[in-house]
């Protein structure tokens, strides 16, 4: 089969494979050594498909707009803050007519594409269902696949959605198996989230095999299947010795309560199956001496595990699955086949219960009982911030610039500190300046410093500028596009060559500077807008870092609340607590200031509310009294502004902030329209009408 490995798909930037790029093309005219799929299902990656549902409240329409979205805009599946993995089932409706094709599909076969999502050209024309269960989307519309070693034809006897889900994990597996069949490994311990994932892992290791393993299942006990631990632990029972439920996330505590199993004892091969914090230490703790560990992915906190080991003195055998592995199919459906009763079961056993469970999940109480992050007051809950930090920490240790993008108040000079605190230039200054602040006029001497007499009015002796004062350190740079274009070349020009003259000196003067930049409009957009320079875009963008709203991570609403609480009442001196039902009205607002706004409404809610405890009549207050405020002030400057009044504009003005309240206030439509007394059809042709 002829192939460009799709790089002739990438729009932008050019010169990248689709795996990376930003934009591909998704037309459905075919190029050579291409084949053209009609989509039936699609298989998300589980924490990617969890931040698109916790983002969207469980909600269907904002789900599929939100996917949809991402597709018009980016060509394909595209999630920066996850893994980006999963899978594609459906049927080939055109092969490229290409005499060096040499294929063994033909139209009509029913197939299975393992590449991963971010490097597929994928439309989509409706978005038919939700899988909740499985992770998946059923939808019409079509996938460009250019990989024929990623293809995999289904047979029609396999149930679809869970063949999708296993054949995700298919190399996995299958790697787990050799890895335990090589090392007759006999004692093994598989460390998951959910009973699927050791179902599938108890599996492949029995399957094919001569070696008797004894398995014993560990899952995390903050995982919410709806089942019962008992239930669990029966339907597990044929595949597994024992099934536990502990804390993976201390991976102490859960040690001990497993020290009185002895038979727990020479483990030879421990399995991560999730990517769960805690999970690398407690496999280094029980596996045995020259055991192995295997970590189903690779950034599955797989330096961790070493650095526990040799913290240990212990040694241990690591292996991360990191490699497509293409002889992994036959296995896989022959597995399939012979679990599939209980692949079936499992189906209708969390067709009764767990659609009920993932929507408790969107419940403050429940989230609570998570581990939060916390990294130099950096406070997390959300899986989409924790994936953002770990990122973080990666890029922190490359001594790179950097652009951080997101909206204002997202928390962007938190995320500098996370990078200053864990760089090299940790002990060294981190210089932070607000480009919108400088006049362009004062630019380049405050940049890069004066010489004694440069200018009339300048200092006697002269000043220092920020490159100086950050050498050897951090410069952050916020509101960077607000620099002219004049100024931006000359920071262009330091950047190339570390070197720069002070306003009116002669002599060179040397730096060594780690520019991080900010900016709250994508720099990107600004480039298009021909207002930055392209060049210095490339030279700043090395790595990127993109905030997340705090709308897109509801988890951390609510241990910020807290710790803004507790900050506010230390600085005060009072004593006060948010009941359960001011979560709630907190979590469920959309925060269009972002943390920013969340920390106002707090500290204004310390200082207003006279009892100990805040409730949700309390949030309802200030909430609306900073919306209707915010609207009527924008709504009057408008009028001071202007020397005649429009009154049917004045008036849909109006009804457009009512309906953009009651919105954000209810977050559904049917008690958005309750709460203004308007029938729900018309409250949404009203909301289509005003495009929000």
Known sequence: MANSHGINRVLEPQGFVPATAFKLNNNRELESGEIRIRLERIHIEWSHFQQLCRSCGYDDQRIRGKIQGSIEKHGKMYNPFSRSGGCILGTIEEIADNDEINTEFTIGSRVCYLAPLNSVPIYIEKIDQIDYIYGQILCTGYAILFEEKQILEIPPDLGSAYTLAIMSEGDSLYAAHNLAALHKNKKVIILGRDMPTALIYAAALQHDTDINCEITCIIDITSDSGLSTERIQEFLKPYVRQTYFLDIHNPTSALNALSKDSSLQNIDQVILAEDIRGADTLAVLLVKPNGDVYFTAAETHYSDGQSVANSLSKPVNFYAYTECMSDFSHFIIEMIRHIQFDLCEMDLLFKEHRIESLTKRNKPQHILMGTNG????????????????????????????????????????????????????????????????????????????????????????????????????????????????????????????????????????????????????????????????????????????????????????????????????????????????????????????????????????????????????????????????????????????????????FMENQEKKIIEYALQKEGTTRKAAELIGLPQTTFARKKLKYGL
């Open 374 to 649: 916390h990294e130099n007051s950096f406070v997390y809950q959300s899986p989409v911030t924790k994936n953002m930090v770990d990122e973080i920490f990666n890029i922190a240790k490359f001594d790179c610039n950097v652009i951080i993008q997101g909206e204002t108040g997202v928390g962007k000079e938190k995320v500098l500190s996370l990078i200053h605190h864990h760089s090299d230039r940790a002990d060294k200054p981190c210089i932070k300046i607000n480009c919108a602040t400088i006049h362009e006029n004062l630019a380049e001497s405050e940049f890069f410093g004066y010489e004694s007499g440069a200018f009339t009015g300048a200092q006697a002796s002269g000043k220092i500028g920020y490159f100086e004062l950050a050498n050897n350190g951090i410069l952050f740079l916020d509101e960077i596009g607000s620099l002219s274009l004049n100024m931006q070349s000359k920071l262009l020009r330091v950047l190339q060559e570390n070197q720069f003259y002070r306003v009116g000196g002669t002599q060179q003067i040397d730096v060594d500077v780690r520019v991080v930049c900010a900016n709250n409009i994508p720099l990107k957009d600004i480039v298009e807008q021909g207002e930055f320079r392209e060049d210095l875009y490339y030279r700043l963008n090395i790595c990127q870092i993109d905030v997340p709203p705090l709308r897109e991570r509801k988890e951390d609403i609510l241990c910020l609340s807290e710790a803004f609480v507790d900050s506010c009442a230390k600085k005060y001196k009072v004593e006060k607590e948010l009941t359960e039902d001011a979560l709630q009205t907190l979590y469920n607002y959309s925060w269009p200031g972002n943390v920013r706004q969340l920390e106002n409404v707090i500290q204004r809610l310390i200082i207003n509310s006279k009892n100990t405890h805040i409730n949700a009549a309390d949030v309802d207050a200030i909430i609306n009294e900073s919306f209707y405020k915010e609207k009527a002030y924008s709504e009057n400057k408008s009028f001071e502004d202007s020397s005649s009044l429009d009154y049917h504009q």
